[in-house]
């Protein structure tokens, strides 16, 4: 199986995604490292670990990392995600520990310590965490197989600021080191999210499936819902983050573009916007595959079958 650690900041469409690569044996999830995001880190560490019981993988090793963005204020979602981050449903409080280890070592260590090329990188919040391994231990950048991570938007525009998607806006100087890193990058902007919705026959199949892991995801997706809905007039939620895992079972289920990315960091307008050059009219040399398109019906196929295993 194909080794991965999933950086997060839980968030109902973050758990969704742990799930599913908890579900699938293509991956060897080696761990997760928490970020402040949706959220602040005492609660993302939290809701990590609630998704592992949920999973039964109380054994899969949890870390907490940054707290706050290389150099900014923590810009929190409380009103997308609820107070706890993962509003929806009532699950037990985790009984298994936090590991004793801050995320960014164990970032650094299992780069160092599995061959290089083998680790995956699946960033699901701000880049807070992954920024900071690869400034303090740029040895381990070219060792990252790849990073395929879910943030910014292309034609979509922004969700937080007109020109900002939620996890570039959080940390721009974060995810402007990894932009720039030279480690293939795969993006799952808003642009592809925004057509992975959870509309009412969806979120029925997760509930048909008659399992606590069915019945938390259909409670998720509708608490996330009342919010989204309302924005955009759709049938349903984007589900974000799920998205990035579905890539690496289905990549064939998903279309895009390997072209030229750029974060803005300096204007206040714009900070935190991806400047994708999609029809390629600068010579800046691409840095990212950029994903535009996803067979939605396929992926929710894909999704539920697998939640359905836990
Ligand atoms: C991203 O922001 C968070 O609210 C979600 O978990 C997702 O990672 C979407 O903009
Ligand atoms: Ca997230």
């Known amino acids: 199986p194909r080794k991965i650690i999933i950086d997060t900041d839980p968030g109902q469409d973050d758990a969704v995604a742990i799930l ?22 005492p609660l993302t560490a939290r809701n990590a670990r609630v998704v592992c019981e949920l999973a039964g993988r109380p054994d899969l090793p949890v870390f907490a990392g940054c707290a706050a963005p290389l150099r900014r204020d923590l810009v929190t979602a409380e009103y997308v995600h609820g107070n ?26 299992s780069l160092r310590g599995q ?9 699901l919040g701000p880049l807070t965490n992954i920024a900071t391994a690869m400034t303090r231990a740029p040895d381990i950048v070219p ?14 525009g922004g969700n937080v600021t007109p020109a900002a998607e939620f996890n570039i806006y959080v940390d721009p100087e974060a995810a402007d080191i990894v932009f720039k890193s030279g480690v293939p990058l795969v993006m799952m902007p808003l642009d592809v999210t925004h057509k992975a919705l959870t509309t009412r026959a969806r979120v029925e199949a997760f ?20 919010f989204d809905m309302a924005k955009y007039g759709s049938d349903g939620a984007p589900l974000h983050d799920p998205c990035v895992i579905a890539y690496l079972l289905r990549p064939d289920l998903f279309s895009g ?50 939640i359905g295993r836990l």
């Open 143 to 156: 060792r990252i197989a790849e990073i395929v991570l879910m943030g910014g938007g292309c034609f979509e």
């Open 207 to 226: 509930r048909a499936l008659g399992t606590q892991a069915g019945h938390a995801v259909a409670s998720w997706t509708d608490f996330f819902e009342r």
């Open 257 to 306: 573009r390997h072209v030229n990315v750029e974060i803005e960091t300096l204007s206040a307008l714009t900070r935190g916007m991806t400047v994708i050059d999609w029809w390629r009219v600068t010579d800046r040399p691409a840095n990212a595959m950029v994903i535009g398109d996803v067979d939605a019906d396929a992926f929710f196929a894909l999704l539920t079958q697998r």
């Open 84 to 109: 706890s981050g993962l509003d929806g449903i009532v699950l037990p409080e985790p009984a298994m520990a936090l590991q004793p280890v801050h995320a960014v070592e164990f970032l650094i260590e």
């Open 20 to 41: 599913l690569a908890l579900a699938s044996p293509e991956l060897e999830v080696l761990g997760l490292t928490c970020v402040a995001g949706n959220v602040a880190l």
């Open 115 to 123: 061959p290089a090329g083998t680790v995956t990188l699946c960033p």
